[in-house]
């Protein structure tokens, strides 16, 4: 039964468009037809749904927070295709009491006629049948966002324990409920009459299939839906959420679209060409059946800053971030250091024989590669990178022909950026003197730093390595470890701010030294995480300011030159307790206010009972650090991971600014990047 199921949906969805006739559901004798068609098809739509609800990863990926919250991008989804067909400006989403998820818009609303494919009505259609979203009408559109999986509003309603449609169109107002999995509580009904036009759909994800949390993020929603109002300008997306006990909201709106996204993630950089230089363009590609069509678009934006970083191209196809790169990164780059290399060499602000290379091209560059393509073929290890070759030649061209074109008409912008690709190079030039002397000193000397206490095992699995503030606390954490798999670094004093210092400067300073040496694995484009030699870095520092900002800067070093240290998730914060309680002869720990409340309750302490306050780390002895921070049974730790590189990107430079307040308040309350995890 539940293979025929599959055909009768495969059919449909081989089916490119459905052709469906134009027919008013609200003429009384279409209903009843409607109805009548309907018996048939109801068994087997019901089953498609049902195959979505027994393995909700293969359509979803994860059932965890992440699979809930493609829920919602998946049906933001349609009306951002509606807006990108020119129909839709406004699209509201509202996280409801109890996470239910409305979505609004203003667009034409789901067709509510009779498809003939499926004798349903457009929206019985949409939200029962898998892959049938998007696929009406003949005007050549083709559904260029989508979730990661761009499944479809029916895998949503399959998902949800119930789902209310509201379309408005044609001056009418319909409704229709689905429940316990898709389950249509009735057929579509013109419940009144509207002049208004648009489509609402309210989801409640069910539980029983979201078993490890039902509860949405403000923050993960808002941001997706900011890189969403960025990557398609001139819509307006609000968020509204009606939780607390005042309803939160806030209404992107970038009219610059990509434009504004450079500058919004270089908002605190200094930028060499103040206005983003940008480019568009379309190709239409034949394809080797030598009849079928497809038209590619790329929109590109690029502003170099006076940073040193190598990582600031963010590319897109169909409003999916592609993590790995891919063919229009490479057109992207390819086309940068050749229009570069010419224009400095035509405009004769460099030596004959001097050139960039695209490392140097790209030092400083903070770049948007947007690209809508009806077929997209993803490849890597985590199927984020681009793969379509005949992107490439599109994204080069047009690049090519828009950067040539800003240079002739910017020169004194196009000078900036040469001097600033030349000042890239001689550093790149006197970081390689630096590092071959490095290289060399080390390997005469090829012992590790004398300030690491190593530890005995050599199988970087069990291997952790404690990065910690102070010589005290490093005595302490010494004296307190796990010999045989916990290794101590002590560090002294500040480390050195690598977001603001060249690369010389960093191989010539200690501390970053020792830190690379002992995690042994090299540093930026040369890192190989298969060499590391401890599977968890743990960075503990104290709980103040100095121990935060100490944190920061770490982490940054390790954003900056282990890259994939944090993408693998092996980096971890150090949670020492906050208060200490002795009472009756035993010791009680609280990491929180909160659990410090908890336990004077529980101890039923008079008010006024003293307890401890640690201030810092070195207050603690030997025994006292490892029982409450480094015994693996006991300890609670924080695994930072970068979840959205651009976002990453805008709080490591925010928090490398001049002023501390958000600093503190970024590493407090940020949830998004940080996560936490009970280890
Ligand atoms: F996916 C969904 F069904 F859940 C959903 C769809 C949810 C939300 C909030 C909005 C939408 C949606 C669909 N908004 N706008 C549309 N547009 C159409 O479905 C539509 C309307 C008219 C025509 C036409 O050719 O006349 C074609 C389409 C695809």
Not at 53 to 77: C, F, N
Not at 184 to 211: C, K, M, N, W, Y
């Amino acid at each position: 039964m539940a293979e025929e199921e599959k055909t009768v949906n495969d059919q449909i969805a081989e089916e490119d468009r459905f052709q469906y006739k134009k027919q008013d559901v609200g003429n009384e004798r279409e209903l009843e037809r409607a109805k009548a068609d309907y018996g048939a098809s109801d068994l087997q739509v019901l089953e498609g749904l049902e195959a979505v609800r027994k393995r909700p990863g293969m359509y979803i990926g994860s059932t965890a927070e992440v699979g809930l919250h493609h829920l919602v991008w998946e049906i933001v989804d349609n009306s951002i295709d509606e807006a990108l067909a020119g129909y839709c400006k406004n699209i509201t989403v509202t996280i409801n009491k109890g996470d239910s998820v409305t979505v609004k818009d203003d667009g034409r609303g789901v067709p509510v006629d009779v498809v003939a494919k499926t004798g349903l009505s457009g929206v019985e259609t949409v939200f029962t049948i898998l892959h049938a979203g998007g696929k009406f009408g003949g005007d050549g559109g083709y559904k260029v966002s989508g979730g990661l999986h761009g499944v479809g509003a029916s895998v949503v309603n399959a998902l949800s324990e119930w789902m209310d449609v509201t379309v408005c169109r044609d001056g009418g107002k319909y409704f229709l409920r689905f429940e316990h999995g898709g389950h249509p509580a009735g057929h579509l009904q013109r419940i009144g009459d509207s002049d208004e036009r648009g489509t609402t759909v309210t989801f409640q994800p069910d539980p029983t299939i979201f078993t490890e949390t039902t509860v949405y993020s403000y923050e993960t929603i808002r941001n997706h839906l900011r890189q969403m109002a960025f990557l398609n300008g001139g819509i307006s997306i609000t968020l509204i959420d009606e939780r607390g006990e005042t309803p939160v909201s806030e209404t992107f709106r970038y009219d610059g679209g990509i434009r504004e996204y450079v500058t919004y993630i270089d908002s605190n950089k200094i930028p060499v060409n103040p206005r983003p230089i940008y480019c568009q363009g379309a190709q239409e590609v034949t394809l080797t059946d030598g009849e079928t069509t497809e038209r590619i678009y790329a929109e590109i934006a690029l502003q170099w800053t006076d940073s040193y970083s190598q990582n600031g191209i963010y590319s897109f196809c169909n409003n999916i971030s592609t993590k790995e790169g891919g063919t229009h990164e490479e057109g992207l780059t390819l086309a940068v250091t050749r229009i570069l290399n010419n224009y400095a060499h035509k405009a004769k602000l460099v030596k004959d024989e001097e050139k960039f290379t695209k490392e140097d091209c790209i030092e400083g560059l903070t770049a948007i590669v947007s690209v809508k393509h009806p077929n997209p073929q993803y490849e890597g290890q985590t199927k984020t990178k681009l793969g379509n070759s005949e992107v490439r030649k599109i994204v080069n061209a047009i690049v090519s022909e828009g950067l040539d074109q800003y240079l002739m008409e910017n020169p004194a912008e196009g000078k900036a950026v040469v001097e600033k690709i030349q000042l890239a190079s001689k550093a790149r030039d006197a970081a390689r003197v630096a590092r071959e002397k490095i290289r060399k000193s080390a390997l005469e000397i090829t012992t590790l730093p004398g300030k690491l206490a190593d530890c005995s095992s050599k199988d970087p699995e069990i291997c952790e390595l404690y990065i910690v503030e102070g010589n005290s606390a490093g005595g302490s954490a010494k004296n307190g470890r796990d010999r045989e798999t916990q290794a101590i670094l002590p560090l002294r004093g500040k480390i050195l701010n690598v977001e603001k210092a060249r690369e010389e400067r960093i191989w010539a300073n200690a501390e970053i030294g020792n830190m690379i040496t002992a995690i042994g694995a090299g540093i930026r484009e040369n890192f190989d995480i298969t060499k590391i030699r401890y599977h968890k870095i743990v960075i503990m520092t104290d709980a103040d300011v100095d121990g935060d900002h100490i944190r920061i800067l770490l982490l940054t070093f390790f954003y900056r030159f282990m890259r994939p240290l944090l993408d693998g998730g092996y980096v971890y914060i150090a949670q020492p307790p906050l208060y200490k309680i002795d009472y009756k002869g035993s010791a009680y720990y609280a990491y929180n206010d909160a659990q410090l409340e908890k336990l004077r309750k529980e101890l039923n302490l008079k008010p006024g009972f003293a307890f401890q306050r640690y201030k810092g780390l070195g207050e603690m002895d030997a025994e006292q650090l490892w029982e409450t921070t480094m015994d693996p049974k006991v300890r609670k730790m924080i695994r930072i991971t970068v979840e959205d590189a651009a976002d990453a990107e805008k709080v490591f430079t925010d928090l490398m600014g001049e002023e501390v307040a958000p600093r503190r308040e970024y590493i407090t309350q940020n949830a998004k990047f940080v996560k936490n995890l009970d280890i």
